[in-house]
């Protein structure tokens, strides 16, 4: 199994599998964080699947560097 680094390096250089292994990895996280904020599993999937397409479509900017440290932390940051 690949790092979430070594999945991030191939994510920036647009490999689509590696961004959704990523992704996969970190959506139970980020839809939790938002069902405890929102309280409306709906609106929790559709504010999930927008994350996604917006984490997609970004930059390739994640440095591992704080407050980026960790894959998480960038889906906050980005999404």
């Known amino acids: 199994m690949m790092s979430d680094l070594e999945l991030i390096s191939l994510a920036q250089k647009k490999n689509?599998?590696?961004f959704a292994q990523l992704f996969r990895r970190y959506y139970a996280f980020l839809?939790?964080?938002l069902l405890k904020l929102i309280?409306?599993?709906e609106t929790a999937e559709d504010i999930g699947r927008r994350t996604?397409?917006?984490v997609n479509r970004s930059d390739g900017s994640f440095?591992?560097?704080p407050p980026e440290r960790?894959?998480?932390?960038w889906i906050k940051w980005h999404g």
């Open 31 to 33: 839809f939790h964080y």
């Open 70 to 73: 960790y894959p998480a932390s």
């Open 63 to 65: 440095n591992g560097s």
């Open 52 to 54: 996604e397409r917006m």
């Open 39 to 41: 309280f409306d599993r």
């Open 16 to 18: 689509r599998q590696a």
